[in-house]
């Protein structure tokens, strides 16, 4: 594959959403095992402002804060994407989220109404905020006052 087909290639993955640039050379190393022309295709897309680590994480973020996910699952996403965490606490610094409150409403959206009977449910209730990656002290405070 040449150079400008890599770039074409690029392009039109960029065009439906924002990758992290390691996703990107994942997607086009799929296309051709030229190590160093990926590199280039890559170094060219973040020189024009095709592609940003910075709009990555941002977009990541949101996403994941409307979709209720705590800042431990955004982390492990971030360092599966390959995403520098330094980036995401700039991101994170900007946005400020209340994650004891979004761990509060996910957790009445799905509880809302009914008590916890029995140390189970308890335990039931704390593993799903926790999967959900809220910090071990907002899991307690959110299931100490409901």
């Known amino acids: 594959m040449t150079l400008n087909e890599l770039k074409k290639s690029a ?3 960029l065009a439906r959403r924002e990758y ?12 051709t095992a030229d190590d160093q022309l990926v590199q280039q295709v890559i170094v060219w897309c973040q020189a024009e402002n095709y592609q940003s680590d910075a709009r990555f994480v941002e977009m990541l973020l949101r996403s994941r804060l409307a979709k209720g996910y705590g800042p431990l ?3 492990q996403e971030c360092r599966r994407h390959g995403v520098s965490m330094p980036l995401l606490e700039q991101q994170l610094a900007q946005l400020e989220p209340d994650w004891l409150a979004l761990a509060q409403s996910i957790y009445l959206k799905k509880y809302a109404g009914s008590a916890i009977t029995s140390a189970n449910e308890r335990a039931k209730r704390l593993r799903y905020l926790q999967q959900r990656g809220f910090y071990p002290e ?5 299931l100490k006052y409901n």
């Open 138 to 142: 907002d899991c307690s405070a959110v």
């Open 20 to 31: 992290s640039s390691q996703q990107l050379q994942q997607r086009l190393q799929a296309k």
């Open 11 to 13: 392009l039109q993955l």
């Open 73 to 75: 699952y955004i982390q």
